[in-house]
């Protein structure tokens, strides 16, 4: 078993900048890919950003490329979100999984409770 906590979620004006991080314990040797999910109010669960962990090569969803990195340090998965808009408001999600290729549609068996971003116009 894998547990994923998120954190560093909190309101922030338009412009702005954030850092996610997501602590990973457990069975971490089980999965290959991690990545960034968000679930705006009202709106399917979306997926963000991904990174392969064996050599960092990392994916990024359109709306977030350009604007949001992912990045790992040993057990700790990161995101740092810059330019933030009011649609980049919700639940955001960490995932960690081993199936199939690595990105952000890819099949996560693990999942975090997800901290919540808010930004304001």
């Known amino acids: 078993q894998v547990q994923l906590v998120e954190s560093g979620g909190e309101s922030v004006q338009a412009g702005g900048s954030l850092r996610l991080s997501c602590s990973a314990s457990?069975?971490?040797?089980?999965?290959?890919?991690m990545g960034w999910f968000r679930q705006a109010p009202g709106k399917e669960r979306e997926g963000l950003a991904a990174?392969?962990?064996?050599?960092?090569t990392t994916f990024y969803s359109d709306s977030v490329k350009g604007r949001f990195t992912i990045s790992q340090v040993e057990s700790t998965l990161s995101l740092q979100m810059n330019s933030l808009k009011p649609e980049d408001t919700g639940l955001y999600y960490c995932?960690?999984?081993?199936?199939?290729?690595?990105?952000?549609?890819?099949?996560?068996?693990?999942w975090g409770q997800g901290t919540q971003v808010t930004v304001s116009s």
């Open positions: 995932a960690a999984g081993r199936g199939g290729s690595c990105s952000p549609q890819a099949h996560f068996s693990y």
């Open positions: 457990g069975d971490t040797w089980s999965y290959y890919c």
């Open positions: 990174i392969f962990t064996p050599d960092g």
